[in-house]
Each structure stands twice: as structure tokens, then as C-alpha cells.
DNA sequence: CATGTCACG
DNA sequence: ACGTACGTGACATGA
């Protein structure tokens, strides 16, 4: 479980003090008043005492960090990275309106003539956003297979199962895309048209700096780090992330990160090879667990390697490999033994991180961040294997999110020494977004991936590309 | 407010 | 024998 970190939680941890809370004054649920029906006297204790406490956890707080060199580096990137996410959060991202609202409309004709569709499949009218409708007709009425549960029980109507069902059955096809469309529009088209400022036409979303245990930042009001992009349809809302007259969207990602975190932790020879030659690492483990040349790898077999390798990142077992490629057990177990023949460093790196979390109780990134795993050692089962997961996957997703920090910090400050007018629009997870004026775009496009790949001496390469275009959609 | 679902890296 | 890919945020439904 994760400890709260209110300051009411950390002073009565740190400090053993516990102050006025904000229930003792104003009560909860309907019973509350508002703070300025607070006795005076009581407010000013619980003013004074908030901000009496808020130093006195720094001081303890601070006192156990500065202590550490990587732990208080990793504080100072944060506080660096805050002064770039606050510019960030202030430029906004130019939205254009006519075009969210073009796509409105076309979805919203599409969905009302499959929900009609849908009704007259089903011989009655239902409310097609309701899983517990979508299942009383399909597992009640029309008899289906249940091919799956939710976590409650309950038979499930989740993508993988309508995918399954829509084989034998038309309804199920109609749901895939009334859900897909209405997606679009409910979370997206409209949402997006409707939290941009009417003055700046801009959309401000909010990144929370301590929020995901791995180091990543998230993003919400709006969420700006999830836009469509895996569907021709989806990625459509991101022709309406413009840039003003004279300026042009440019988004910097880096390539492969995660995976090139692998190969600087494990030490793999081959892995390293691979990224120090400049090779497509996919289609390069695909040939060793094939045992082919680069050059004769299918499609199919490139395919499989990218979802071990995405496996290896989240620290798959068997079962999930197997259900992520649909193959069985067995043949999942096989391709896993195969990769770390190839790959005895990543083997190694795996056992040796699980071993240290187990002892030390915590992983950390390559600069020092920590992951603390309460759980690595629980008796219980499932909850120990999702520990050891995080105990996997952390140190390379927290390495990611690490550099892209220092990249934000550098790039940002590259900007201010120079007097450029580019701004840093967005940030996700690998990927900074720039509103760039037409003569800076040769800059951007020299000057940022350098910046970017610098940030860190690994020992692999690290890459970060380009793309420029009219808005965000074609910028990639 | 919990649940189920689905968007992203 | 077990239940699983890691990390997030937002929406609509329906108690």
C-alpha cells in the first residue's frame, strides 16, 4: 500500500505531532461549514500550525536527503523541472476550434446511426454506453459465450471479448464501434474544444510532479499525454493541436529509450551491439531468437520480438507474453528461454534486480531515484509477482522519466540563454512538444536532439528524432 | 463514489 | 496452484 503524503500524514510520521485538521474545524459531509464560520482563535492555530509544521517536516526531511548525493540530485532535478513544467503549463497549446468541432459533428452522426443499428440487431433499444445493458443482451437474451470476467465477477464486454464474439455474431462489431467513436468524441472532440480559453483559444493542462511512484509526470485537466494515435481515426483529434501564424509544431522523441535503458543496466553484449551499430533492435532480436540474418526476418517474426521486448520492459511472465501474442503457454515459455540464451546479461540483470529489491527493499534508476516495493517479500503470491514486476519495469521507466527531465531543464535553459522565442508546449513520458516561430524551426531541428541525446554518458547511444509540420499530427 | 472501459507511453 | 504484463487519467453508468 502506499503511505499518504499529505503534510497532516508527514508530521504525525516524522514529527509525532498531529495539529488541527480540517475536519476538527469545519466538520465533513453535510454537517461542513465554511472556513470563514471558523472561530477566529481555532483558524489562526490551524494557519499557524500548518505553516509551522510544513517547515518543520522540510527541516527533518531535508536533513535525511541532503544526506544522500543521488537522492538530493534527483530533488534537484525535480526542482529544476518544475520551473520548466510551470512555463510549459503557462503556453498552453494552441487548439483549433472549427476542426474539433467538424469532427464533433461527423462522429456524432456516425454514432447515432450505429446506436439505431444497434437497437434494431438487438430488437429493442438499449443505452449502448452500458456495460451491464450491452450484458444482460448479449449473456441474458441472446445466449452468447461468456468469454470472460471483470475483477467483480460479472461478465466482461471489454474489447478483447467483443473482438472475440464479433468472429461468430454482428452485434458485437456495431458496440467495438459505437464505444470507439463515442470515445472519440466524449473524451476528446468535445471535451478539448470546451477547456480551451476563449481568448487564447489555448488549452493549459496541469502536470503533477509526484504522482506516478516511477518518476514520470502525469498529466490531467486535460489529460494531454493520452491523444489518440494508435488508429487512423484517433490520431485525426491531433491535427487539432496547431501553431500560430508564422510558427510550426515540432515534436522530439527519443528512440527506443527504455529499451536502450535495458542494455545500459544489463551490460548485454549483444543488446549493446546492437544499439552501438545503429540496428532496428526489434528486427535484430528477432534474428537471434530465430537464429536468422537481419535481413531475412519476416514481418511477423519482427512483430513477436517487439512484443518480448515490450514484455521484458514490464517484466512478463509466460501467461502475459502468451496472451499478448495469442499463443499458448508453452510456445510463450520457449521464446523466453530462446531470448535469454541470446541475451545472458538481461537473464542476469533481471535475477539480480529482483535479488536486490528482495534485500535492499527498494530499486532505483540509474541516477538514484528510488522505488520502495513493501511488498517484494509478502507471502501473498500474486501481490510478491506484482512487486517484483514493478521491481523490473521501474528502473527503466524511472530512468526514461529521468532524462527527460534533464532534457526539459536543458533544453529550457538553451532557449532563455539564446534569446529564442520556441516554446515547450507538451511532455509525454519521451516526446517534448515546441511551438517554434518558422526561423527557429533549423535550430530545433539541430540543436534539440543534441541537446537531448547529451543529457547523459550511457553506455549506449541514446537518440532522440525530430518531426516538424503545421500541427501535431503531422509533425510525427 | 465504485465499476468497467479505454486513451497514451 | 496461483492470477499477471509496467505506468497513468477520464468518461459514462448506476448504485
Same mark, same amino acid.
Given at each position: 500500500?502506499?503511505?499518504?503524503?499529505?503534510?497532516?500524514?508527514?508530521?504525525?510520521?516524522?514529527?509525532?505531532?498531529?495539529?488541527?485538521?480540517?475536519?476538527?474545524?469545519?466538520?465533513?459531509?453535510?454537517?461542513?461549514?465554511?472556513?470563514?464560520?471558523?472561530?477566529?482563535?481555532?483558524?489562526?492555530?490551524?494557519?499557524?500550525?500548518?505553516?509551522?509544521?510544513?517547515?518543520?517536516?522540510?527541516?527533518?526531511?531535508?536533513?535525511? /536527503?541532503?544526506?544522500?548525493?543521488?537522492?538530493?540530485?534527483?530533488?534537484?532535478?525535480?526542482?529544476?523541472?518544475?520551473?520548466?513544467?510551470?512555463?510549459?503549463?503557462?503556453?498552453?497549446?494552441?487548439?483549433?476550434?472549427?476542426?474539433?468541432?467538424?469532427?464533433?459533428?461527423?462522429?456524432?452522426?456516425?454514432?447515432?446511426?450505429?446506436?439505431?443499428?444497434?437497437?434494431?440487431?438487438?430488437?429493442?433499444?438499449?443505452?449502448?454506453?452500458?456495460?451491464?445493458?450491452?450484458?444482460?443482451?448479449?449473456?441474458?437474451?441472446?445466449?452468447?459465450?461468456?468469454?470472460?470476467?471483470?475483477?467483480?465477477?460479472?461478465?466482461?464486454?471489454?474489447?478483447?471479448?467483443?473482438?472475440?464474439?464479433?468472429?461468430?455474431?454482428?452485434?458485437?462489431?456495431?458496440?467495438?464501434?459505437?464505444?470507439?467513436?463515442?470515445?472519440?468524441?466524449?473524451?476528446?472532440?468535445?471535451?478539448?474544444?470546451?477547456?480551451?480559453?476563449?481568448?487564447?483559444?489555448?488549452?493549459?493542462?496541469?502536470?503533477?510532479?509526484?504522482?506516478?511512484?516511477?518518476?514520470?509526470?502525469?498529466?490531467?485537466?486535460?489529460?494531454?499525454?493520452?491523444?489518440?494515435?494508435?488508429?487512423?481515426?484517433?490520431?485525426?483529434?491531433?491535427?487539432?493541436?496547431?501553431?500560430?501564424?508564422?510558427?510550426?509544431?515540432?515534436?522530439?522523441?527519443?528512440?527506443?529509450?527504455?529499451?536502450?535503458?535495458?542494455?545500459?543496466?544489463?551490460?548485454?553484449?549483444?543488446?549493446?551491439?546492437?544499439?552501438?551499430?545503429?540496428?532496428?533492435?526489434?528486427?535484430?532480436?528477432?534474428?537471434?531468437?530465430?537464429? /536468422?540474418?537481419?535481413?531475412?526476418?519476416?514481418?511477423?517474426?519482427?512483430?513477436?520480438?517487439?512484443?518480448?521486448?515490450?514484455?521484458?520492459?514490464?517484466?512478463?511472465?509466460?501467461?502475459?507474453?502468451?496472451?499478448?501474442?495469442?499463443?499458448?503457454?508453452?510456445?510463450?515459455?520457449?521464446?523466453?528461454?530462446?531470448?535469454?540464451?541470446?541475451?545472458?546479461?538481461?537473464?542476469?540483470?533481471?535475477?539480480?534486480?529482483?535479488?536486490?529489491?528482495?534485500?535492499?527493499?527498494?530499486?532505483?534508476?540509474?541516477?538514484?531515484?528510488?522505488?520502495?516495493?513493501?511488498?517484494?517479500?509478502?507471502?501473498?503470491?500474486?501481490?510478491?509477482?506484482?512487486?517484483?514486476?514493478?521491481?523490473?519495469?521501474?528502473?527503466?521507466?524511472?530512468?526514461?522519466?529521468?532524462?527527460?527531465?534533464?532534457?526539459?531543464?536543458?533544453?529550457?535553459?538553451?532557449?532563455?540563454?539564446?534569446?529564442?522565442?520556441?516554446?515547450?508546449?507538451?511532455?509525454?513520458?519521451?516526446?517534448?512538444?515546441?511551438?517554434?516561430?518558422?526561423?527557429?524551426?533549423?535550430?530545433?531541428?539541430?540543436?534539440?536532439?543534441?541537446?537531448?541525446?547529451?543529457?547523459?554518458?550511457?553506455?549506449?547511444?541514446? /537518440?532522440?528524432?525530430?518531426?516538424?509540420?503545421?500541427?501535431?499530427?503531422?509533425?510525427?
Amino acid at each position: 500500500m502506499h503511505r499518504p503524503h499529505g503534510l497532516a500524514s508527514l508530521a504525525e510520521r516524522h514529527l509525532g505531532r498531529k495539529g488541527l485538521s480540517f475536519e476538527d474545524l469545519c466538520g465533513k459531509g453535510a454537517a461542513q461549514i465554511g472556513f470563514d464560520q471558523v472561530d477566529l482563535a481555532r483558524a489562526t492555530q490551524y494557519s499557524c500550525e500548518d505553516s509551522d509544521m510544513t517547515l518543520h517536516v522540510h527541516h527533518h526531511l531535508w536533513t535525511l /536527503l541532503a544526506q544522500d548525493e543521488k537522492l538530493r540530485r534527483i530533488y534537484e532535478l525535480e526542482i529544476a523541472s518544475s520551473e520548466a513544467l510551470f512555463r510549459i503549463e503557462r503556453n498552453g497549446v494552441l487548439i483549433d476550434g472549427p476542426t474539433l468541432a467538424q469532427q464533433s459533428q461527423e462522429l456524432g452522426e456516425r454514432i447515432v446511426g450505429i446506436e439505431a443499428q444497434a437497437h434494431e440487431l438487438a430488437g429493442q433499444s438499449f443505452n449502448l454506453s452500458s456495460p451491464k445493458q450491452i450484458s444482460e443482451i448479449f449473456f441474458g437474451q441472446l445466449g452468447l459465450p461468456v468469454v470472460k470476467k471483470t475483477a467483480t465477477g460479472a461478465p466482461s464486454t471489454d474489447d478483447e471479448v467483443l473482438q472475440k464474439l464479433a468472429e461468430d455474431y454482428p452485434l458485437p462489431a456495431k458496440i467495438l464501434e459505437y464505444r470507439g467513436l463515442a470515445k472519440l468524441k466524449g473524451t476528446y472532440t468535445d471535451k478539448l474544444a470546451q477547456l480551451a480559453l476563449p481568448e487564447t483559444g489555448r488549452v493549459h493542462t496541469h502536470y503533477a510532479q509526484a504522482v506516478a511512484v516511477t518518476g514520470r509526470l502525469s498529466s490531467n485537466d486535460p489529460n494531454l499525454q493520452n491523444i489518440p494515435i494508435r488508429t487512423a481515426e484517433g490520431r485525426r483529434v491531433r491535427e487539432a493541436f496547431v501553431a500560430p501564424a508564422g510558427c510550426s509544431i515540432a515534436s522530439a522523441d527519443y528512440s527506443q529509450i527504455e529499451l536502450r535503458i535495458m542494455a545500459h543496466l544489463s551490460d548485454d553484449a549483444a543488446l549493446l551491439k546492437a544499439f552501438h551499430d545503429g540496428l532496428d533492435v526489434h528486427r535484430a532480436t528477432a534474428a537471434e531468437i530465430f537464429g /536468422l540474418d537481419t535481413a531475412s526476418v519476416s514481418a511477423e517474426q519482427r512483430r513477436y520480438a517487439k512484443v518480448i521486448n515490450f514484455g521484458l520492459i514490464y517484466g512478463m511472465s509466460a501467461y502475459g507474453l502468451a496472451k499478448a501474442l495469442g499463443i499458448d503457454n508453452t510456445a510463450a515459455k520457449n521464446y523466453i528461454t530462446r531470448y535469454f540464451e541470446r541475451y545472458p546479461g538481461v537473464k542476469r540483470y533481471m535475477d539480480n534486480t529482483r535479488a536486490l529489491a528482495k534485500t535492499q527493499g527498494f530499486v532505483e534508476t540509474v541516477f538514484g531515484r528510488r522505488l520502495y516495493l513493501p511488498e517484494i517479500n509478502s507471502p501473498n503470491g500474486p501481490r510478491r509477482a506484482g512487486a517484483e514486476r514493478a521491481a523490473i519495469n521501474a528502473p527503466m521507466q524511472g530512468t526514461a522519466a529521468d532524462l527527460i527531465k534533464m532534457s526539459m531543464v536543458k533544453v529550457q535553459q538553451v532557449i532563455d540563454a539564446q534569446g529564442l522565442s520556441t516554446r515547450m508546449i507538451m511532455q509525454v513520458h519521451d516526446e517534448l512538444v515546441f511551438e517554434v516561430p518558422d526561423k527557429e524551426l533549423d535550430w530545433v531541428r539541430h540543436d534539440v536532439p543534441r541537446l537531448m541525446a547529451g543529457v547523459a554518458e550511457l553506455k549506449v547511444p541514446l /537518440l532522440a528524432e525530430v518531426g516538424v509540420g503545421p500541427n501535431w499530427e503531422q509533425a510525427h
